[in-house]
């Protein structure tokens, strides 16, 4: 079986300042690893994946992750949060396993930019 | 013009009706997949297909069908729609040409109520 938890239902952060959006991750074979960003009444939008390779991954609007094996971790990182980066984040993981089609998504963290 | 467009976009119907949403996609993926987003639970996969004869059920295609009309139009369908079917659906594309490691395209979403 594979899982995703999202610790955090919010995550406030002031504009400027470092932000992390908490992810790790349960499968019995390798990971996949995505993010995806949510606007008020928009579709999800895919922001960076983990697939193999460099454990650290940079995505779309200056978003970074990490992932750590040891930790089974995929945390969503920027340096220097905007107050357009508020939205509801989505980890979500894919065993390796061929033929898998089952994406499994955490259940959402809410970041919120504070001026 | 959206590359993965949902109709209608909100709809409120009553209990017992017959409700279907529409996904047509221009990415010319082979693979469709119908989720629901409830609040806390992040996404579910109800259905997913990965050409006009291959539909497969999700983890919750209880109370729903779906069809794949062409390789562009896929809909989902309520039978006989219930309240705890009020939610946020979306439809959402993968190429399939890269494997499992491809992220999804999503539509806007189709919220739906069921008094």
């Known amino acids: 079986a594979q899982s995703v938890a999202q610790p955090e239902d919010q995550v406030n952060v002031a504009e400027g300042n470092p932000l992390t959006v908490k992810c790790t991750y349960s499968?019995?074979?390798?990971?996949?690893l995505f993010w995806y960003v949510q606007y008020p009444n928009r579709g999800l939008q895919f922001l960076l994946k983990y697939i193999t390779g460099d454990n650290l991954v940079k995505g779309s609007y200056g978003f970074e992750a990490e992932f750590n094996k040891s930790q089974t971790s995929f945390h969503l990182k920027k340096p220097s949060a905007l107050v357009s980066d508020s939205a509801l984040y989505f980890c979500a993981v894919r065993d390796s396993n061929f033929g898998n089609e089952k994406l499994t998504f955490g259940t959402g963290t809410r970041l919120t930019i504070i001026p | 013009d959206a590359d993965v467009t949902q109709t209608p976009r909100n709809r409120i119907t009553k209990t017992g009706k017959r409700i279907m949403l529409e996904c047509s996609q221009t990415?010319?993926?082979?693979?469709m997949y119908w989720y629901r987003q409830d609040p806390g639970l992040g996404l579910r996969l109800i259905y997913y297909s990965f050409d006009v004869k291959d539909i497969n059920k999700g983890e919750i295609s209880d109370g729903y069908s779906v069809s794949r009309q062409a390789q562009a139009k896929f809909s989902l369908s309520l039978e006989s729609a219930i309240p705890n079917q009020t939610a946020l659906y979306f439809c959402?594309?993968?190429?399939?040409?890269?494997?499992?490691?491809?992220?999804?395209?999503f539509g806007e979403g189709s919220r739906l109520t069921v008094l």
């Open positions: 990415k010319g993926h082979d693979r």
């Open positions: 959402a594309t993968r190429d399939a040409r890269v494997g499992n490691t491809g992220e999804l395209f």
């Open positions: 499968v019995s074979g390798n990971p996949y």
